[in-house]
């Protein structure tokens, strides 16, 4: 049995951040998938990944994207690989 996806959502709470958070819970909602969806604000935590802009997806430890807010279907895109 595949262990439950991780997705993370790195930014410091800003507008941009917080709406990419909510495409990544509609795109799992339409995708018919669960994960654990966590909002990663920590600068540190940030910076381990080293994203530079954010907001980042960050799926199952790998980044996927920075610095642009992505639809439901570019997440998608994401959570099929």
Known sequence: MRA???IEILGMGCPKCKTLYENTLTALKNAGKE???????DLSKITEYAVMTTPALVVDG????AGKVLSP???NKFLEA
């Open 4 to 6: 439950i996806m991780k």
């Open 35 to 41: 994960a654990e969806v966590v909002k990663v604000e």
């Open 62 to 65: 790998e980044v996927k994207s």
């Open 73 to 75: 279907e570019d997440i």
